[in-house]
């Protein structure tokens, strides 16, 4: 299960994603720096990929599971999902090309399950609003419009993507979104706490909620990415400052 949904702004936008794991999962660690591929992200020691990150120049990517399209008779072996978007990030920093469709076109898709990669281009706001949303089912790449918040769920998907969405209804006013409805809708819980958009299960739950702002500011861009550690109930910040 994660949840993911934003908010743009007059000069960029924001950016927020639960992250809900197994309570076996090992910790991941927090966002850092990768000079590599000049993005910030936090590592899955598991996979050792990401599920969210933003680069440089403003432009994020976030990835969801896609459990409703996975074939699990199959049994090849697959490389983790997570492994994508630092593939992509490289990609982005050492070509021309800067649509992510095309690269995601020239990959070998099949060593990767299904997945939905929700893109946000660097240049997003009020004005600009374009936000991509790729599903993987294991065989094609398909772009599709879907309204947010973009949630995953491999236990009563139908649910949990209703309740997450009624939430939201009922948190974020369209006319007037502010950070503080989305982070009260990210933080939220409900009675059944599996449910919630801050889950709870016992053998799952919310391990991490993120927030990434990006803002084109006078001659600059600022990014910050803000991390919660949902299990040691710790903040962690990664930033960049980019002339333009």
């Known amino acids: 299960m994660c949840t993911l949904s934003y908010l743009l702004t007059g000069n960029g936008y924001e950016l927020f994603f639960n992250r809900d794991e197994q309570r ?8 850092q720096i990768n000079r590599k591929n000049q993005a910030i992200y936090p590592i899955d020691p598991q996979g050792k990929g990401t599920w969210l990150a933003v680069n440089q120049q403003g432009l994020s990517l976030a ?22 978007i630092p593939t992509l990030m490289l990609q982005l920093k050492n070509t021309q090309n800067k649509f992510i469709g095309d690269l995601l076109q020239a990959i070998d ?16 706001s009020k004005t600009v609003e374009k936000v991509n949303f790729y599903q993987w089912d294991g065989s094609k790449l398909v772009l599709t419009n879907k309204e947010q918040p973009f949630t995953s769920s491999g236990v009563d998907f139908d649910y949990v993507e209703k309740q997450r969405k009624d939430k939201f209804k009922q948190l974020i006013c369209p006319e007037n979104a502010t950070r503080e409805q989305f982070k009260n809708f990210h933080s939220s819980r409900e009675t059944q706490g599996k449910y919630s958009v801050n889950m709870e299960r016992f053998d799952a739950k919310t391990v991490s909620i993120s927030h990434i702002c990006v ?7 600022k990014i910050n990415f803000e991390y919660y550690d ?14 333009v």
């Open 109 to 124: 898709l099949s060593i990767y399950q299904p997945f939905q990669l929700a893109t946000f281009p660097n240049n997003l």
């Open 215 to 221: 803002a084109h500011l006078l001659q600059k861009i």
């Open 63 to 84: 990835l969801l599971n896609y459990y409703q399209a996975c074939d699990n008779s199959k049994t090849q072996s697959y490389v983790s999902r997570g492994q994508l």
């Open 230 to 243: 949902n299990i040691n109930h710790q903040l962690h910040q990664q930033s960049f400052i980019k002339p």
């Open 24 to 31: 076996s999962r090992q910790i991941a660690l927090t966002p």
